[in-house]
């Protein structure tokens, strides 16, 4: 039956209640315990069953209650507290102040695209890692107090719900988000209307309105095309996140990128940089150049460099199919119209995205577009950045890896959000209430070792008995909605003993993350897991308790990923057949609740990827602030920890050509860390029963990881080394209408005609062959600048060691100084140059491009000119 009418109703809180409602639907709530606390004192049930979800409570929870509560004093105080400690937040929020320009802050705006923010339980429009880094990012451009908007898609499914079937295979559930019981707020115009922008597809538009969630200072504006009057089709662009074909692939991610380009506009908003997190969200470098063109009177080539200026990407992906990639003729029929609006031939505007614009039958990648339009690019970890070099050099033909103008800001994770609430107690109370914050240089961190032993190792152990627990009743919720027998849920209160080393292993179930790896040798994890190591003797005899292992083990496969369901079924059949029930569970239907108490409650995190496909990784950082100890391949962010003081390497970076081999190497190294150092350590306790050596340990991980793998850290990076400059480009590209845009797309053009016609025509060496370090070398250059300026053009001497291979390795650029014109009308460049280390070196000469406009001068992507090319 369909309504003639609809309404949304609003809870009804008594007065002194009233502060809820602000504190509800500002998800400050997520990480602040006081805040959590209250709504968990309200109904404790409640607050479990909602998922969390603070609006849901306020409007399922008795009136009788609400009269109960608004009537206890104490209760009214912590509510006073808790709006009190929301309304210091969002006023004191100081780091952008202090660091920014004060004539740029009234001006700046950040708008930050991802497919996927992961914020909180109660809002499950997340898949994993991506998402949940896309929402620990808004959290602390809140904390750090960034002008920065976020921009999404608000899946009316969402990702979906894992549950096994009795075979232990992966089935998926979708569970519909309601929207009016979440945190989230429908954005309105002047007159009361729901906002609402049209978006062009072929043959038709597609509406969609805005909703938004305020994280902090924050707000993150998410599109609903689930409204008439599309049609059924369109309803679905947002129904499912990372579902459907490749046709839905191609509508959502043109909603998110065109359509989250003119939701920003609708708003009023006017971004100074737009930040692509993944290439999902490229397509709105078309429609913001679209909009110059058509609003501001400026030639492609014009409005290109402006929204280069201003945009910046970051790839998550280590390997090439990890990119978003369309047929060609699927670009066309959808944004055929683009290349109208932008005055661009069919190969012209499929070249912006392909790597070699000549193969006419390559595909278009999301990640090649988004790179092409963006002033800066960055990997996510160190490691990544260097794959991230290699995987894109020949979008810069000519240019040594190292310099392929791909930066890493390594990953981080929101502290206040995953440290347990007796651990930031411990650490408020010994470290002060800034911890979260603190950068690691500050001596407060010195403060990590006056915690005492007990203290920390009493915080560990409720944690792990708070997440034995909780792993024991939600396998029995598990089993009930399953139809489990009665013994079957009288054993899912015996799982996991409290007092046991607990390995936590958690993230989505892809091949290469090798979640089976630990159970490649039957005999020997058996005996590690039991404790049936019969040499193993204290004082000449047995030693009266045994030292056992268990693991907690959780995430989801892919709906389309059958071997990544298969590992979970391998898992559970394991589990089974070797009788390990009480020592091996895995839990279904990962989220950020069951991360969160796994992060806090095992002893040690495991991570075992293949090398390098693991891009960074965030689990372990979330562990690592906890004072859980790491034990993981040296990939992605643990490469670049102090994985000696603060956890275990498993194996020293080593890469393979045979995977099996590699497997069988990696699983015996981890077997034998566990043996010989990681479970001696854990059980190695002294008259007191604290294991002082692990603590200690421990205690290396909080103060090492703890302010380096932080987002705190992290989006302050991205501000100083992202926000900022790209900020000032645009402010500079914009100037007199645009004028230093216009002038360096012309410069461009008249660069692009000459560049290839440029010659080193001669190159002279005063030194001989055989030469002494610290030994002066003249170097003399003609060059043919083919009509360019000397302005427009840097010469260098490129020197560095030679490899066996007879190339330059980690060269070293200098640059020649300009003498003026010979007689020939060659320009002459002159350098001196020395060695400073000993054996085969090496010399070049290379020519780039130079403006003051240029960002870098491999922007323009032209071929390095070298001297022996």
């Known amino acids: ?119 909180t339980d109660c809002l499950p429009i997340y898949s994993g890692g991506l998402g949940v880094l896309a929402g620990d990012h808004l959290k602390s451009a809140s904390d750090r107090g960034l002008p920065l908007v976020g921009v999404g898609l608000l899946y009316q499914e969402g990702y979906f719900s894992q549950y096994l079937n009795a075979d232990g295979w992966q089935q998926e559930r979708y569970p519909i988000n309601d929207f009016y019981n979440m945190p989230l707020h429908l954005e309105r115009d002047a007159n009361g209307n729901e906002l609402r922008i049209a978006v062009d597809y072929p043959g038709r538009q597609v509406y969609a309105r805005v909703w938004r969630v305020q994280v902090g200072t924050v707000p993150l504006y998410m599109l609903d095309t689930n409204i008439e009057p599309n049609n059924p089709y369109d309803h679905d662009i947002t129904d499912e996140l990372y579902g459907g074909d490749l046709d839905m692939r191609m509508h959502q991610e043109i909603m998110l990128g065109i359509g989250g380009v003119k939701m920003l506009e609708a708003l009023g908003l006017k971004p100074t940089v737009y930040h692509m997190n993944e290439g999902h969200s490229a397509f709105l470098t078309l429609e913001r150049i679209r909009h110059l063109m058509e609003n501001d009177g400026l030639s492609f080539h014009e409005a290109k460099e402006v929204v280069n200026a201003s945009s910046i990407f970051t790839t998550h992906t280590p390997v090439p199919a990890g990119f978003d990639m369309f047929p060609a003729d699927k670009i066309m029929y959808y944004l055929g119209h683009y290349a109208e609006k932008l005055h661009l031939s069919r190969e012209e505007f499929l070249a912006l995205g392909r790597e070699n614009t000549g193969d006419l039958e390559s595909p278009f990648s999301m990640a090649t577009l988004a790179i092409k339009m963006a002033s800066f690019v960055n990997g996510v970890s160190k490691l990544h950045g260097d794959v991230s070099q290699r995987l894109f050099k020949n979008l810069w033909p000519a240019l040594p890896a190292g310099e392929v103008p791909i930066t890493a800001i390594t990953n981080g994770v929101h502290a206040r959000s995953c440290v347990a609430k007796f651990t930031q107690e411990l650490y408020d109370r010994y470290l002060g209430p800034k911890w979260s914050t603190t950068p690691a240089h500050n001596p407060l961190w010195d403060r990590v070792s006056s915690i005492p032993d007990d203290e920390l190792w009493r915080a560990q152990e409720r944690c792990r008995s708070e997440l034995v627990v909780f792993v024991r009743d939600r396998l029995e919720k598990y089993l009930r909605d399953r139809g489990g027998s009665l013994s079957e849920l009288s054993q899912a209160q015996e799982v996991l003993d409290p007092s046991v080393l607990t390995i936590g292993f958690a993230r989505r179930f892809a091949t290469y993350k090798r979640a089976t790896l630990f159970m490649r040798d039957l ?347």
Request: aromatic share 10%.
């Open 1 to 119: 039956m369909q309504p003639i009418r609809t309404f949304n109703v609003s809870p009804s809180l008594p007065e002194k209640l009233e502060p809820l409602r602000k504190l509800a639907y500002n998800l400050h709530w997520d990480w602040n315990v006081e805040t959590k606390d209250l709504f968990r004192r309200l109904d404790r049930d409640l607050w479990e069953s909602s998922r969390h979800n603070p609006v849901l409570m306020l409007g399922t929870i008795s009136q009788a209650r609400l009269q109960e509560v608004s009537e206890d004093e104490g209760f009214l105080a912590q509510v006073e507290r808790a709006a009190l400690q929301l309304e210091d937040y969002l006023r004191e929020r100081t780091w952008y102040a202090k660091h920014r320009d004060p004539d740029k802050q009234s001006q700046d705006c950040y708008a930050y695209f991802s497919a996927e923010f992961g914020l």
């Open 523 to 869: 005999d020997r994890i058996k005996r590690i897991l039991f404790d049936l190591h019969s040499d193993r003797l204290k004082g000449g005899m047995l030693s009266p308790k045994k030292r056992m292992v268990q693991f907690v083990i959780a995430g989801k496969a892919h709906p389309k990923d059958i071997p990544g369901k298969e590992m979970i079924r391998h898992i559970v059949h394991f589990i089974r057949e070797q009788k390990c029930e009480k020592n091996i569970v895995f839990i279904p239907d990962y989220d950020i609740n069951v991360a969160r108490m796994m992060v806090s409650g095992c002893d040690v995190w495991l991570n075992t990827p293949r090398r390098p496909r693991e891009a960074s990784g965030t689990s372990g950082m979330k562990a690592a602030m906890n004072g859980v100890l790491n034990l993981s391949i040296l990939d992605g962010w643990w490469n670049e920890a102090d994985y000696v003081r603060t956890g275990w390497p498993i194996g020293q970076g080593e890469m393979y050509d045979d995977p099996d081999y590699q497997d069988e190497v990696e699983a015996n190294a981890l077997y034998d860390l566990l043996e010989k150092e990681v479970v001696p350590l854990f059980y190695d306790r002294d008259e007191e029963g604290i294991p002082r050596r692990w603590v200690a340990k421990m205690k290396q991980a909080i103060r090492l990881n703890c302010p380096q793998f932080n987002t705190a850290r992290m989006v302050s990076d991205y501000a100083t080394y992202g926000y900022f400059p790209a900020s000032d480009r645009y402010y500079q590209t914009i100037e007199n209408h645009y004028q230093p845009a216009k002038e360096l797309a012309h410069w461009k053009q008249h660069l692009f005609d000459r560049w290839y016609d440029i010659k080193i025509e001669t190159v002279d060496i005063s030194a001989p062959a055989d030469i002494q370090v610290n030994e002066d070398i003249a170097v003399k250059a003609q060059i043919h600048l083919a009509g360019l300026k000397p302005e427009d053009v840097e010469v260098q001497v490129y020197k560095g060691p030679m490899d066996a291979d007879g190339n330059i390795v980690d060269g070293v650029p200098m640059t020649m100084e300009y003498q003026g014109s010979g007689a020939n009308g060659r320009s002459i460049y002159t350098a001196n140059i020395a060695y400073s280390s000993s054996g085969l070196q090496g010399l070049s000469l290379r020519i780039l491009p130079q403006h003051p406009y240029l960002s870098s001068p491999f922007q323009p992507g032209l071929q390095v000119i070298w001297a022996n090319s």
